[in-house]
């Protein structure tokens, strides 16, 4: 079974230039997440999806940052524009609907972001 | 708000060496915990996870925690860590609500020098 594919792996951009990330997750996974991860810290949930649905994305910068979810499968994270504190491993994540509140998330192996 | 704190950023062992890393949690309600793990060049993954009952849990590749709710605590054990041991741990906490939103701690990097 293949796992949740991030693409691209690495992206270097100059500040103010738009970036976008794709997140591609396990096959029948209805919950998707976009964490960010900075140098030195844990993963920072910014958007969680239930299928097409943003259920969570009280953590996500809207001034810049969007994401979507078409058809409750694939998924876009945005960064438009970018600053330099962008900075950092974007990972994707996502877990069944199943399983109650030990939902095991399967990560991706992330995007990291070089602003220069 | 739901919070994790874990106090080892880097941790250096040798091999055979007993491991604990600790991990302290703040949430009001009933929590979830877990440990991940991301060994070099890999995604993190789930090494065990602690929901409810006996509060000592195991998991995969000899790795154990213990829950003890008046500490607050979750910490991570494993009584002779091998080289493949080397990688980051990551404690998290998730709430018991229905759509379960899962915290992470800052991580603390194992080395294990063979």
């Known amino acids: 079974e293949a796992g949740v594919v991030q693409s691209p792996r690495y992206k270097i951009i100059e500040k103010k230039q738009p970036v976008a990330f794709w997140c591609n997750p396990i096959?029948?996974?209805?919950?998707l997440y976009w964490y960010r991860q900075n140098l030195g810290q844990g993963p920072e949930l910014l958007i969680r999806?239930?299928?097409?649905?943003?259920?969570?994305d009280s953590q996500l910068p809207k001034d810049r940052f969007s994401a979507e979810r078409l058809k409750g499968v694939d998924s876009t994270l945005k960064i438009q524009p970018a600053e330099l504190g962008d900075s950092a491993v974007y990972l994707c994540?996502?877990?069944?609907?199943?399983?109650?509140?030990?939902?095991?998330?399967?990560f991706g192996e992330g995007s990291r972001l070089t602003v220069l | 708000a739901q919070s994790v704190s874990q106090h080892n950023h880097h941790v250096i062992l040798s091999e055979a060496a007993s491991l604990e890393l600790g991990c302290n949690y703040s949430?009001?309600?009933?929590?979830?915990l877990f440990w991940y793990v991301q060994y070099p060049g890999q995604h993190l993954q789930l090494l065990l996870k602690?929901?409810?009952?006996?509060?000592l849990v195991k998991g995969i590749k000899g790795f154990e925690a213990e829950f003890i709710k008046s500490k607050f605590s979750f910490n991570l054990r494993k009584p002779s860590v091998q080289w493949s041991d080397t990688a980051e741990y990551f404690c998290?906490?998730?709430?018991?609500?229905?759509?379960?939103?899962?915290?992470f701690g800052t991580g603390t990097k194992l080395q294990v020098i063979p």
């Open positions: 999806y239930e299928n097409e649905e943003a259920v969570d």
């Open positions: 096959s029948g996974h209805n919950t």
């Open positions: 994540a996502s877990s069944p609907l199943a399983g109650g509140p030990l939902r095991e998330l399967f």
């Open positions: 949430y009001g309600g009933t929590v979830n």
């Open positions: 602690y929901f409810s009952g006996d509060p």
């Open positions: 998290a906490v998730g709430d018991s609500g229905g759509y379960q939103k899962v915290t």
